[in-house]
């Protein structure tokens, strides 16, 4: 190293202290708040806020003292759980998870506006509680002593799990208003339960499209009005969600979402409707050989077609009229059998099928599904 009067010359590679300082990103918190510990009260911010400064208020604010080896039932294989069994300390999990959510997401926040800050910090409170509250219940699962500690209550130290999608349903409805935290989920809408255990069956089957699909059944056309329709899009997309739709025209024009469209409740390309109804979309074939398997019909192939010839009407009425057959308890079943049926015999990769036959545009309109 060169000197200069006997002392070391200073290098030019190290950046004084107060030009550090005043190159850390800070963003303004004057028109935010905090939620309270118990998400009750709010508590205003005033200045700038750095990735560090926020994320530490937000632990102050939202991480109290416990005692970890009486506390939690994890603190036996915790990295932040102090050596002295006594010592108070702030939970490390929850305050690394917090300083790593800011440090990460902090970039996006200097950009947002104060009405997307709020939504962002009252989501982060939601995943400061999700990962507390998941944590302890993890706890809790592994540790005999709590299990048994509840004797025969003690399936409700398990079933309290689902009380964490609470969290997460939170977490979506506020992160959704931001682009970069906003995780697209989908999910389908049919009209009754053998369109779900339909598109289970195939599920089972582990192919790709239909493997990961989440449906919900909002069961029967009283419940297709708009009105009640519209609340339970008007849910799924408060938490995140993009809504597909399948109902039944009954014979009708198919446009029996149109309403929901206009109110722009879910999208046109995002609808599906059979023109009668799911089991009138089965193909012929397919339909008759899950009625022999169930022991509903005893007919040839070519005497079942030729019943349907001509006519114009849902399948339902015309197995009651020519043979005397009720569906009505027997649906779930039928679907399961038929997606089988589907999948034994390769429908889905025959493109005529998928093309002309509308239950097999149905499947694709489910494959469009992401």
């Known amino acids: 190293m060169r000197k200069n009067n006997g002392k070391p010359c200073r290098s030019n590679s190290k950046t004084p202290p107060s030009t550090t300082s005043a190159r850390v990103a800070k963003k303004s918190m004057n028109n935010c708040t905090l939620l309270d510990i118990y998400g009750v009260k709010r508590i205003p911010l005033t200045g700038d806020y750095s990735a560090n400064s926020l994320a530490e208020t937000m632990i102050d604010h939202w991480v109290s003292y416990i005692e970890c080896h009486r506390k939690c039932y994890r603190a036996d294989h915790c990295r932040y759980a102090p050596k002295r069994k006594h010592d108070d300390i702030r939970c490390g999990v929850i305050s690394e998870a917090i300083r790593n959510l800011v440090r990460a997401t902090f970039p996006v926040v200097k ?22 509250e998941a944590e302890g219940m993890i706890g809790m699962c592994i ?10 209550y003690s399936p409700m130290v398990f079933g309290g799990i689902t009380r964490l ?11 959704r208003a931001i682009e970069d935290l906003h995780s697209t989920q989908h999910i389908l809408l049919v009209e009754g339960q053998s369109e779900k255990a339909f598109l289970d069956e195939l599920r089972k089957s582990h192919f790709t499209s239909f493997l990961h699909l989440k449906i919900d059944v909002y069961e029967g056309k009283g419940n297709r009005r708009p009105g009640k329709l519209r609340m339970l899009l008007d849910r799924y997309a408060r938490n995140g969600y993009i809504v597909y739709l399948q109902g039944d025209a009954d014979g009708s024009p198919a446009d029996v979402f149109n309403d929901l469209v206009r109110a722009g409740c879910v999208e046109q390309q995002n609808a599906f409707a059979f023109q009668y109804d799911f089991e009138t979309a089965m193909p012929p074939e397919v339909l008759h050989g899950a009625l022999s398997a169930m022991g509903l019909i005893d007919c040839t192939l070519k005497e079942y077609k030729q019943a349907l010839r001509g006519k114009r009407e849902s399948v339902m009425d015309i197995l009651a009229d020519c043979f005397s057959v009720s569906l009505s308890d027997h649906k779930k079943k039928l679907a399961e059998i038929v997606a089988r049926l589907l999948l034994n015999n390769n429908y889905l990769w025959n493109e005529d099928f998928m093309r002309n036959n509308e239950l097999g545009r149905f499947l694709a309109f489910v494959q469009r599904i992401r």
């Open 111 to 132: 950009e947002l506006d104060d009405s997307q800050t709020q939504k962002y910090l009252d989501g982060a409170f939601f995943y400061a509680r999700f990962v507390g």
């Open 143 to 152: 540790e005999s002593d709590c299990v048994n500690f509840f004797g025969e």
């Open 165 to 175: 999608r609470e969290h997460l349903d939170s977490i979506a409805s506020h992160w």
